[in-house]
């Protein structure tokens, strides 16, 4: 059952996500507001890895975006995980220093306390519901004591979520030739509690990350001025309520400090 997410989730992005440009149409276009407020979330997951240094796994690394580059520069070796060749293939291309490996975090080919630290950037919520614990928990294993987990996942309550899919269900009864594409991609994040579970061996704390995926902008900010807006209310509510954000948000960090 779960090989065939995994299978499926594998396709998705070698046959269509990093090979035809799928990720960028789905869930890359932003309006042009989005720019600079995307600035401070990539601020926001340097400042995760504050102070860390030596050896950096990240898991699901895809294309490699900026966050990922900027990150790797700072360790002494990192190592770009992956489960489609075609996201390695990409990433050696981006980061010649960095050594590229083929293979799923759900059994992860690393002995214990391998890394000081490990990223994974919207990759737990593709990997099935029934496999996502033990994903974090090969995460936990192979970094060392005292090193960081940092995951961005995404938010099921938030209410900005549910807010397009409702705007959304509308469209497509409507007007449905303005409803904005889904991408089919298998996706199953757990409630933010979820991750209390594994206050067992680490130390658990979340901050904001991103206030809206790009599915969710193009459905529910329909003009520039809005989305300008937005993202400064977004801007201010981050840095004075980053509690409030965190239940708000639709993409929170998880910090997992293994203990
Ligand atoms: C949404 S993309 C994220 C890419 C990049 N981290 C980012 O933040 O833009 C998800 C990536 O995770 C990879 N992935 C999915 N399941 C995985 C697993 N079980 N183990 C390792 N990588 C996985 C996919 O192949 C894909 O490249």
């Known amino acids: 059952m779960s090989n065939t997410t995994e299978e499926y989730v594998r396709q998705f992005y070698d046959e269509h996500g990093w090979a035809r440009g799928g990720e960028d149409e789905l869930f890359r276009q932003f309006r042009p507001a989005y720019k600079p407020y995307h600035e401070g979330t990539i601020a926001r997951t340097l400042a995760c890895f504050e102070s860390c240094a030596g050896r950096l796994l990240i898991v699901g690394c895809g294309d490699m975006p900026r966050s990922h580059v900027e990150l790797g520069e700072q360790f002494a070796a990192t190592v770009c995980f992956d489960i489609s060749r075609v996201a390695l293939d990409i990433a050696a291309q981006r980061v010649s220093k960095a050594k590229t490996q083929l293979g799923s975090i759900c059994e992860a080919p690393f002995p214990d306390a391998t890394f000081d630290a490990v990223f994974a950037s919207h990759v737990i919520y593709h990997i099935d519901a029934s496999l996502q614990e033990q994903a974090v928990r090969e995460m936990i294993r192979v970094v060392k004591p005292g090193g960081r987990v940092v995951v961005v996942y995404s938010n099921p309550k938030s209410p900005i ?67 300008s807006l937005f993202y400064a209310m977004a801007r201010v509510t981050e840095r004075t309520l980053p509690k409030l954000a965190v239940r708000i948000w639709q993409y929170p960090i998880i910090v997992l400090g293994r203990r």
């Open 161 to 227: 979520r549910y807010a397009a899919g409702i705007v959304h269900r509308l469209r497509k009864l409507f007007a449905p030739k303005v409803a904005v594409k889904e991408s089919g991609l298998y996706f199953s994040p757990y409630p933010l509690g979820w991750w209390k579970r594994f206050s067992d061996s680490c130390d658990v704390s979340m901050k904001p990350w991103d206030v809206i995926g790009s599915y969710e902008e193009r459905t529910l900010i329909p003009a520039d001025w809005l989305a």
